[in-house]
């Protein structure tokens, strides 16, 4: 099963990303069920599946059921990008792809769900903890410093860059601690210093520095509780070959 579907994951690679440029894009953007780009890349899709299945033409009827969505789905994602965020757009997109190449899989390679090992100790151990280290500590960093946030005078801010920065930042720290990198911690911390410094040499806002570092000391904190915790936890339940 795994082997098959990472035929079908290339295939889709291949097509979807590394052989379709942007001129490609905006044409079917442009001329949508008329654009020749569009019938062009569903051709391309074809012959890498044809050729990731090893021209094993007894899986005919999964590689037309998944050039023929792969059109549907292109084709309403083409319609649907004046009414959609584009950002979007794109994860549903794939997430259809994968769906359907899932399910493709499914037909020809059955796998047994009798055992969920999505509900083994350690795939539900890791849940909580990137959950923990990424929206529980954001949500609690919002709560415990949201009284001393600077005003954003200038409103060049991205939005909500900060949170993603953030989850991003103690997703690193989390994965150091778990390969037991900890001076990867240090250069993180260093490069975020280097980045911060010329905002900060700049506004010449005292309040703006102690908020930073208030934030920046809360977020390596919690990121670092969380990961010594969850190293300490798969060695009570016995789960530290992992």
Do not use: C
């Amino acid at each position: 099963m795994i082997v098959l579907t990472l035929k079908f994951l290339l295939a889709h690679i291949l097509g979807d990303f590394v052989f379709q440029s942007d001129k490609w894009v905006k044409n079917k953007r442009k001329f949508k069920l008329k654009s020749p780009k569009l019938y062009l890349h569903i051709l391309i899709h074809g012959l890498f599946l044809i050729l990731a299945l090893q021209f094993d033409f007894s899986y005919w009827l999964g590689i037309l059921i998944v050039l023929l969505s792969h059109f549907v789905i292109d084709i309403g994602k083409l319609y649907a990008e004046k009414k959609w965020n584009n950002i979007s757009l794109f994860f549903i997109d794939q997430f259809l792809h994968l769906a359907v190449i899932l399910g493709v899989v499914q037909y020809y390679a059955p796998y047994n769900f009798n055992k969920l090992e999505i509900y083994y100790p350690q795939i539900l151990l890791l849940a909580v903890a990137v959950l923990l280290v990424t929206v529980v500590t954001s949500i609690l960093m919002r709560v415990l410093i949201s009284k001393w946030g600077p005003m954003q005078k200038d409103g060049k801010s991205l939005k909500n860059a900060g949170a993603y920065i953030g989850m991003l930042e103690r997703l690193f720290i989390f994965g150091f601690i778990i390969l037991n990198f900890w001076a990867g911690i240090g250069f993180l911390l260093g490069a975020k210093s280097i980045f911060r410094f010329g905002d900060l040499t700049n506004s010449k806002d005292r309040n703006l520095t102690e908020y930073v570092l208030i934030g920046t000391l809360l977020s390596f904190g919690f990121a670092i509780m969380i990961g010594v915790g969850y190293n300490w936890l798969r060695i009570v339940i016995g789960l530290s070959e992992l």
